[in-house]
């Protein structure tokens, strides 16, 4: 591994520890605000910890090349952030919603299937996909049985069905990062997709809730939490982490959040995971593992 594929991996890293705690924080948040209160709250405060940030880099580029950003960039700019923030608004309403009804071990978890999900969603933009990749999803879905259906029958709790569907919105996100990451600045583009997210929660939020300035005090650390480290942070490592990366690679290092996760809900929150649900995500990591073996070249 080169020095660069090294740097990124240890940026996506980074990405995937702090997006493992933020399930916590994000579960505490849920005691006292509604998942779209959070979403909109949550990304206003990612775009004061990133915006600062741009202006010092626009600040710099401009000593260095006065002639500044072309019109194709900044099309392509709007475009990839647009399409970066639907999908993150997406798999965030999704998960935030699902952390109402599940244990944050679980969450993680289920989340991390996008792993599985990525190369599986590749077969649509004609990308290989061999017999591996089907065996880790009959694997994943082994697992996601044992983990999901703790009654030991087809009854899937509700919260289980919102975090699958974050685990398959996320992985168009990865695929939607994998194609604009290269062609504009990693930070502005997640600047775009904050804001995106920020007015949809709003909307959101507006139509289904009942803001409340109160409970959005109380819950003022899990939403600084969230907003400054979880998603201006670690949205913005990983699209500089999955910038040139292969986007299957790339996903494996970020789903060890679900392992921190679990640790995390261990450590803060007491959550511990029955013998059938810790059996269930062997499982689903053994797939995540299995899909990323090298293979041979005959």
Known sequence: MNRNKLKQSIILFMAATIWGFAFVAQSVGMDYVGPYTFIAARNVVALAVLLPWVAVMDRGRRKKD???????????????????????????????????????????????????????????LKKKTGVRVWLAVVVALAGLYLLCMTKGDFHVQKGDLYILGCAAVFSVHILVVDHFSPLVDGVKLSCVQFAVNAVLGTVMMLLLERPDMSALIAAWLPIVYAGALSSGLGYTFQIIGQKGMNPTAASLILSLESVISVLAGW????????????????????????????????
């Open 66 to 124: 006065k002639a500044g950003w072309q019109k194709e960039d900044c099309r392509t700019l709007l475009i990839g952030g647009i399409c970066c923030g639907i999908c993150l608004f997406a798999a965030s309403a999704l998960q935030q919603t699902g952390m109402k009804y599940t244990t944050v071990g679980k969450a993680g978890f289920i989340t991390a299937m996008y792993i599985v999900l990525v190369p599986v969603f590749g077969i649509f």
């Open 267 to 298: 450590l803060l929150l007491h959550q511990a995971l029955t013998v059938r649900e810790l059996f269930g995500c062997t499982l689903v990591f053994a797939a995540i593992i299995l899909v990323q073996l090298p293979v041979k070249e005959g």
